[in-house]
C-alpha cells in the first residue's frame, strides 16, 4: 500500500468499486467517487496510479485495473494430488483471493495464531485465520472465544454441562468456562505462507 494517505484512500474507493460493479469506473463516475470537481483532477490521480503500477491504459485509451489494485489471481487448472496427471496449464477463472475467502467483509477479521494447540486441526504457529463475527457457532466450528476474559481459539463443543472449548492437540485439556464466554467469531480459512 502506498505511504500517501490519500492516495491509498483513493486505491480504496477503486477496489470496492471494482468489487461491486467488476468493471473499472469512468471518468465521470471517477469525479462522482472522489469527490473531485474537474477531469484534470482525474487525469493526474490516474498518472499517479499509472507510475505506481495500479492501473494502465488499453490500446484503445479505456482504463484498465491492474491485478495489484484488484488483487485479482488467475486459476490456471486443477492438479493432481494423487498420481501423476498429463495435465496442461490453462488459465480457467480469475478472482481476488478476498472474493473467494470472504463472504461478508463486513463482519471479518484476521488474527495471527500464536500457540500449537490447533495443529490437528492444521492451524499452526505463524498462520493468519480469517475470522466471521455474527453467527452463532455450530458444534465443532473453531472459534476464536474470550473464555474468563482471556481470548483463545478452539472447537466449539456444547455438551450436556454446557459449552466446552476443545485444543485439537492432546497435549492439552479442553476448557470450560467458570464465568463467561463470548463467542468472538468463526474460523473461516487459515492461511499460511511457505
Given at each position: 500500500?502506498?505511504?500517501?494517505?490519500?492516495?491509498?484512500?483513493?486505491?480504496?474507493?477503486?477496489?470496492?468499486?471494482?468489487?461491486?460493479?467488476?468493471?473499472?469506473?469512468t471518468?465521470?463516475?471517477?469525479?462522482?467517487?472522489?469527490?473531485?470537481?474537474?477531469?484534470?483532477?482525474?487525469?493526474?490521480?490516474?498518472?499517479?496510479?499509472?507510475?505506481?503500477?495500479y492501473?494502465?491504459?488499453?490500446?484503445?485509451?479505456?482504463?484498465?485495473?491492474?491485478?495489484?489494485?484488484?488483487?485479482?489471481?488467475?486459476?490456471?487448472?486443477?492438479?493432481?494430488?494423487?498420481?501423476p496427471?498429463?495435465?496442461?496449464?490453462?488459465?480457467?477463472?480469475?478472482?481476488?483471493?478476498?472474493?473467494?475467502?470472504?463472504?461478508?467483509?463486513?463482519?471479518?477479521?484476521?488474527?495471527t495464531?500464536?500457540?500449537?494447540?490447533?495443529?490437528?486441526?492444521?492451524?499452526?504457529?505463524?498462520d493468519?485465520?480469517?475470522?466471521?463475527?455474527?453467527?452463532?457457532?455450530?458444534?465443532?466450528?473453531?472459534?476464536?472465544?474470550?473464555?474468563?476474559?482471556?481470548?483463545?481459539?478452539?472447537?466449539?463443543?456444547?455438551?450436556?454441562?454446557?459449552?466446552?472449548?476443545?485444543?485439537?492437540?492432546p497435549?492439552?485439556?479442553?476448557?470450560?468456562?467458570?464465568?463467561?464466554?463470548?463467542?468472538?467469531?468463526?474460523?473461516r480459512a487459515?492461511?499460511?505462507?511457505?
Open positions: 500500500m502506498p505511504r500517501d494517505i490519500r492516495l491509498a484512500e483513493k486505491i480504496l474507493l477503486l477496489r470496492r468499486f471494482w468489487r461491486r460493479e467488476r468493471r473499472p469506473p471518468y465521470a463516475e471517477m469525479l462522482d467517487l472522489f469527490g473531485y470537481k474537474s477531469k484534470n483532477a482525474v487525469f493526474g490521480l490516474l498518472a499517479r496510479l499509472e507510475e505506481a503500477g492501473v494502465a491504459k488499453d490500446a484503445n485509451g479505456r482504463l484498465a485495473l491492474l491485478p495489484r489494485l484488484t488483487g485479482t489471481v488467475r486459476i490456471l487448472g486443477s492438479i493432481a494430488a494423487g498420481f496427471t498429463a495435465e496442461e496449464e490453462q488459465e480457467t477463472d480469475a478472482i481476488t483471493l478476498d472474493e473467494f475467502l470472504v463472504k461478508n467483509p463486513d463482519r471479518t477479521f484476521m488474527l495464531v500464536r500457540g500449537d494447540s490447533m495443529i490437528d486441526a492444521g492451524i499452526m504457529a505463524g493468519i485465520v480469517l475470522v466471521e463475527k455474527g453467527p452463532r457457532p455450530n458444534q465443532h466450528d473453531i472459534v476464536v472465544a474470550r473464555v474468563d476474559d482471556e481470548w483463545t481459539l478452539k472447537y466449539y463443543v456444547q455438551d450436556k454441562a454446557g459449552v466446552r472449548l476443545e485444543p485439537a492437540n497435549k492439552y485439556k479442553f476448557i470450560r468456562p467458570r464465568r463467561s464466554l463470548e463467542i468472538g467469531g468463526i474460523v487459515v492461511i499460511r505462507k511457505y
